[in-house]
Each structure stands twice: as C-alpha cells, then as structure tokens.
Nanobody, 131 residues
C-alpha cells in the first residue's frame, strides 16, 4: 500500500489550495479515506473523511463549509479542496486509508478515539497559510 500526498505549499489567508493523494497497492474503491493534519506543536487532528463510493462525506467543525473532500475511484485519487484558508490551517496534511468502506469512529474526540480506524498513512504534504 502506498499513499502519496501532493499539492501543499504556501497560501495567503483567504486563499485556496487543492491537495491530492495518489493511492496504490489496494482496491481503492473499496475503502473509506480521510485527511488529517498536524499543526506545529499540536496533536493529530482529523479533518475530513469520505466513504468508499463517495456518496457520503464528513467534516470536522473547524473546516466545515471551507474544505471539500472528493475522490476519483477510476484514478485511485483522493482530493481535498481547501478554500478561505486561515493561518490556523497551517499543518502537515496526511491522507489515510480506513479499514472499511465506511467511517464508524468517534470523530468528536482525539486521535485515540478514531486513529485505530486507519491502517495506512501517507508521508504528508505541508500547507502554510501566511501573508
């Protein structure tokens, strides 16, 4: 299994970036996927997830209305469209493969409550929001 993130970089507050995650080595369309992030000096924060078929997606309150997750199962690719970026969005962003086709973890809590739902992680792509 390999997950390779791309698309990070420097953006100004209010700007946009689109992250991508290229997946290989497994049946991508059979598994839910998520994005998580780790800001400087902070723990891992779940950002957004999408079910295997793309019919349902969920978001952390901190990004709801600003970020959009999507997937292209024909191209084995996961995306995160980020708009209205804020300095607090600065973080290393990871994509992760879930163990099942849906997300069943408790995403209102910390990593200990949802981290076990994922079995593979990418290396991350850095997003910096600054003027």
């Amino acid at each position: 299994v390999q997950l390779v993130e791309s698309g990070g970089g420097l953006a100004q507050p209010g700007g946009s970036l689109r992250l991508s995650c290229a997946a290989s080595g497994f049946s991508f369309s059979s598994y839910a996927m998520s994005w998580a992030r780790q800001g400087p000096g902070k723990g891992l924060e779940w950002v957004s997830g999408i079910y295997s078929g793309g019919s349902a997606s969920v978001y952390a309150d901190s990004v709801k209305g600003r970020f959009t997750i999507s997937r292209d199962n024909a191209k084995n690719t996961l995306h995160l469209q980020m708009s209205s970026l804020k300095p607090e969005d600065t973080a290393l962003y990871f994509c992760a493969k879930a163990r099942g086709e849906r997300l069943v973890g408790d995403y209102n809590g910390g990593e200990a409550k949802w981290g076990g739902e994922y079995d593979y992680w990418g290396q991350g792509t850095q997003v910096t929001v600054s003027s």
